[in-house]
């Protein structure tokens, strides 16, 4: 069994700024967390292991980590593909083309 190290660092976008909500996973295992507002991340982690940063509009990315680690710099890229319209519904998400029930749009004015 290895040791658990601390892992630690910043997930930033292409302009520089932190992003929030992003999912920090070890691979293969049900060990993670979300960074802060500011795109920050702790996490105790097997030694010898994958951390995996996933975010709806990016691109995955994946570190191989071997040692307890700090200020770790992320920088996620923008998946092109994947921001394409995409319908939220109170159950999961859906595009537009594979929705069978009724839609309603709201905007902020609405609101």
Request: glycine share 10%; aromatic share 4%; charged share 10%.
């Amino acid at each position: 069994m290895q040791a658990d190290v601390p892992v630690s660092g910043r997930v930033i976008n292409s302009q520089g700024e932190g992003v929030p909500g992003v999912t920090v996973l070890v691979r293969g295992t049900t060990i993670g967390t979300a960074t802060a507002a500011d795109g920050s991340f702790l996490l105790n982690v097997p030694e010898n292991s994958t951390l995996t940063f996933s975010a709806i509009g990016f691109t995955t990315q994946e570190l191989a980590i071997t040692g307890a680690q700090t200020n770790i710099g992320i920088t996620l890229v923008d998946d092109l593909k994947a921001l394409q319209e995409v319908v939220v519904v109170g159950y999961g998400t859906q595009s537009r083309q594979n929705l069978t029930t009724s839609v309603a749009s709201v905007n902020a004015a609405a609101i």
